[in-house]
């Protein structure tokens, strides 16, 4: 059974950093696919980042995204972080990581219903 669980949310100052991080248990398939979505309240939630657990190749939802973000695996994908710098009120979210059974290099965007394991969520709010 796969789990995901997110830590690392808080409240951040404009400006600030922070680093996310999802720990990844239950894959039985080498390759799939970790990604990170955030919610804000009252809107969709939508994709961020993604990477692949065959060889960490990586995509970000837009280029601002990729300009401040990054997503990165450690310890063969059993944890995957999202490092986020110069972080904006627009970025305060709940923000979810989830899993596919689906090969990284077969997906397309960042599609919700693309992936199949949720974690609970972390939230970040950024405030002065």
């Known amino acids: 059974e796969v789990h995901l669980v997110e830590s690392g949310g808080g409240l951040v100052q404009p400006g600030g950093s922070l680093k996310l991080s999802c720990a990844v248990s239950?894959?039985?398939?080498?390759?799939?696919?970790i990604g990170w979505f955030r919610q804000a309240p009252g809107k969709e939630r939508t994709g961020v980042a993604s990477?692949?657990?065959?060889?960490?190749?990586?995509?970000y939802i837009t280029e601002s995204v990729r300009a401040r973000f990054t997503i990165s695996s450690d310890n063969n994908m059993n944890t995957v972080h999202l490092q986020m710098y110069k972080v904006k009120p627009e970025d305060t979210a709940v923000y979810y990581c989830?899993?596919?059974?689906?090969?990284?290099?077969?997906?397309?965007?960042?599609?919700?219903?693309?992936?199949?394991?949720w974690g609970r969520g972390t939230q970040l709010t950024v405030s002065s």
């Open positions: 989830a899993g596919s059974d689906v090969s990284w290099f077969r997906l397309r965007g960042m599609g919700a219903g693309d992936y199949h394991y």
């Open positions: 239950g894959f039985t398939s080498e390759d799939y696919t």
């Open positions: 990477i692949s657990s065959d060889d960490g190749s990586t995509y």
